[in-house]
């Protein structure tokens, strides 16, 4: 669904097992286009794209991880406000990271974010975890106690 511009290469790093989430299929896969466009966005020179699943006893986490410019201290609250965009007229409407906001916490999950802006600080990127709550394994203690 995303144009992968030439210089962006791709990284997957699955966790082991099932990991399942009762989701909405068309918004969580929105809110990934979301990140994966933000980060593509933020490397202009090109970078490397990672996604990432892992889990632990209770959640999911889904990262989207980009070796691009960073978002500087001052703007890592504001990112998910509505209408909060850097990008110039006309490229963004800055309501991606709201919706994609929105949609995490309809499925009683959460978003954060690691960023570092300063190359005198290490190499620049940010790093985006949804945690969506675990699905009961069918058969599991969840599932009998239900
Ligand atoms: N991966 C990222 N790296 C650097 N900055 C980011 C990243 N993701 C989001 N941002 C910053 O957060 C702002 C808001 O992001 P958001 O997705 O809400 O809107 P947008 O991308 O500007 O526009 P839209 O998504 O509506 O096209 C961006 O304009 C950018 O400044
Ligand atoms: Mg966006």
Redesign the pocket.
């Known amino acids: 669904m995303v144009r992968l511009p030439r210089g962006v290469s791709v990284k997957f790093e699955h966790a082991n097992g099932e990991l399942r989430a009762e989701i909405d299929r068309d918004q969580v896969m929105q809110v990934l286009t979301?990140?994966v466009?933000?980060?593509i966005?933020?490397m202009p020179n090109g970078g490397t794209l990672t996604l990432r699943t892992a889990a632990d006893d209770r959640n999911i986490r889904i990262q989207?991880a980009?070796t691009?410019?960073?978002?500087p201290p001052e703007?890592r609250k504001?990112?998910?406000e509505p209408f909060?965009?850097?990008?110039g007229a006309g490229?963004?409407?800055?309501?991606?990271?709201?919706?994609?906001y929105g949609i995490v916490k309809m499925h009683h999950g959460d978003i954060k974010?690691e960023?570092n802006?300063d190359p005198a600080g290490g190499p620049t990127?940010?790093t985006?975890t949804v945690t969506l709550p675990r699905a009961p394994r069918p058969g599991g203690d969840e599932a009998r106690r239900s």
């Open positions: 979301n990140l466009n933000n980060a966005d933020a989207v980009d691009g410019t960073g978002i703007n504001k990112v998910f909060f965009t850097t990008k490229k963004g409407t800055g309501l991606g990271l709201s919706v994609t974010l960023s802006a990127g940010t985006f």
